[in-house]
């Protein structure tokens, strides 16, 4: 069917829980007539009808997005975390785009769902406000279609034999494998591009913990990718949260030394910008857990990617 090839669904995850089942609820949903689902957990001996789900081990993501696409039947692989789901259209959307011969991979945004909680919101809005998101801000949310070198793995369809033709997903590293992958796809001289309108929900790491668990692992690898894989990661904006780092530094020192006054105001303008994007939210519950949220997540990003920077591996 030249007008709906053939697509693998693919849902990598550690087990078979509420989130994996909702999930593939929503895959069985999908306005598309040609398509497979694979699920592939550590272990489990579930059935769900009409899925395939094919036990990997306690295996890195990568490796088992690798499992899926050699297990698939299909000319299309559309990967979606286990803690995602699409919109009913994703598959219908995101298959039109490659019409155009050059486009090698789609995406769009993920979108906090509705039923999450109000610290999943919060870390919703977070990720996804101006002084977060940066040059990032295409994974939460989307006006048009645009370029992209770097799309997320919890939203990626891609043509397989592109996949193949790279040498599959990395397995070593994650976070991070989604933006290897970009890398190499970008080497094809391929067009990658992230559209409105291939939409998926993705659920949250409630503040704080979970969040800033997440985030530093983030930045971890981001820090180690600016050196190791400068292509795509040793950028400017990635800089930002540990340059703010030095701010409250200096500016803590101002308190001895006068002339490190100017940096006391830099931190006056960042806090107050901060409370700015908590309040861009519009959420009236959240608001202070945002404000703290976004100070903590420069704070934890910009530390581990320091970190990051000094690692000779990972």
Sequence with gaps: MMDHPRVSI???????????????????????????????????????????IIPTGT???????????ANSKADFCAFIDSDAYPRKDWL??????????D???????????????????????????????????SRYSISHVIDSDDIHSC????????????GGWNEEYWPGEDTLMCLSIKKTNKKMIEAPDVVVYHHRRPL?????????????????FAKKFP?????????????LLLIFLLSVLSCLYAQLRFFSYLLAI???????????????????????GIILTHVAYGTFFLIGLTKREL
């Excluded at 219908?92 to 011969?101: D, E, L, P, T």
């Excluded at 704080?208 to 180690?224: A, C, D, E, T």
């Excluded at 292509?231 to 340059?243: A, D, E, G, I, K």
Aim: glycine content about 8%.
């Design 155 to 166: 939203n990626f369809i891609v043509k397989k034999s592109i996949i193949q033709e790279v």
């Design 208 to 224: 704080f913990g979970p969040h800033l668990k997440q985030v530093s692992n983030f930045g971890l690898h981001r820090g180690f």
């Design 103 to 137: 486009i090698a991979a789609v995406g769009g945004p993920g979108i906090t769902p509705d039923n999450a909680s109000d610290m999943e919101k919060a870390s919703g809005y977070i990720l996804s406000s101006f002084l977060v998101a940066g040059r990032l801000s």
């Design 270 to 292: 960042y806090v107050f910008l901060a409370f700015l994007a908590a309040v861009m939210s519009r959420d009236i519950r959240v608001i202070p857990q945002i404000w703290l």
């Design 10 to 52: 693919i849902v990598p995850c550690k087990s078979i829980d509420g989130y994996t089942l909702e999930c593939v609820e929503h895959c069985k949903e999908l306005d598309y007539e040609n398509y497979e689902i694979i699920v592939l957990p550590d272990e489990s001996e579930e059935r769900i009808k009409n899925v395939r």
């Design 231 to 243: 292509q795509t990661s040793l950028r400017l904006v990635y800089f930002f949260p540990s340059t």
């Design 59 to 69: 295996v890195s993501p990568g490796k088992k997005r690798n499992v899926g696409i």
């Design 92 to 101: 219908k959307n995101a298959i039109g785009y490659f019409h155009n011969q």
